[in-house]
């Protein structure tokens, strides 16, 4: 990357973190605005913008949109070799949960997503910033210990 570059990359870093912060106060609207604006700064959009830019469609009902998304992300767990095992299962279920809300209003088939067991997914494994990011409370490990 340029040097020149920089100050626009920090800017839509800080576009990405405030569109997490609209997200979480239940600004929808604003949340995927933000996530659209700054969708340029990356060369190949990563998973975790997929899948929240994803649930904010969802929220906004505007599920066609959400499933091409989680699709997306889907194929990209798949292939990735940065993830863990234990975090390409925990990002998977948390597709899948939304995914299949979507199947059940709409009978739409949900291509190459399918279901994981929760089971079989131990939060220990799972790095601490998924589980912030992208909480799964239906994990049956979910309210032991230190997870909240």
């Given at each position: 990357?340029?040097?020149?570059?920089?100050?626009?990359?920090?800017?839509?870093?800080?576009?990405?973190?405030?569109?997490?912060?609209?997200?979480?106060?239940?600004?929808?609207?604003?949340?995927?605005?933000?996530?659209?604006?700054?969708?340029?700064?990356?060369?190949?959009?990563?998973?975790?913008?997929?899948?929240?830019?994803?649930?904010?469609?969802?929220?906004?009902?505007?599920?066609?949109?959400?499933?091409?998304?989680?699709?997306?992300?889907?194929?990209?767990?798949?292939?990735?070799?940065?993830?863990?095992?234990?975090?390409?299962?925990?990002?998977?279920?948390?597709?899948?949960?939304?995914?299949?809300?979507?199947?059940?209003?709409?009978?739409?088939?949900?291509?190459?997503?399918?279901?994981?067991?929760?089971?079989?997914?131990?939060?220990?494994?799972?790095?601490?910033?998924?589980?912030?990011?992208?909480?799964?409370?239906?994990?049956p490990d979910w309210n032991k210990d230190r997870v909240q």
């Amino acid at each position: 990357m340029k040097i020149a570059k920089l100050p626009k990359v920090c800017k839509k870093a800080r576009t990405i973190e405030d569109a997490w912060d609209e997200y979480a106060r239940g600004n929808l609207a604003e949340a995927e605005y933000l996530f659209e604006s700054a969708e340029d700064i990356f060369d190949k959009i990563p998973a975790e913008f997929l899948i929240m830019k994803g649930r904010i469609k969802f929220s906004l009902q505007k599920g066609r949109e959400a499933l091409e998304l989680f699709v997306e992300a889907w194929r990209k767990i798949e292939n990735s070799d940065k993830l863990s095992a234990a975090d390409k299962s925990y990002l998977k279920e948390y597709i899948y949960h939304f995914a299949s809300i979507y199947r059940e209003n709409c009978g739409t088939d949900l291509g190459v997503i399918n279901s994981v067991a929760l089971d079989d997914v131990s939060l220990d494994e799972v790095s601490e910033h998924l589980k912030k990011r992208f909480p799964s409370p239906n994990h049956p490990d979910w309210n032991k210990d230190r997870v909240q």
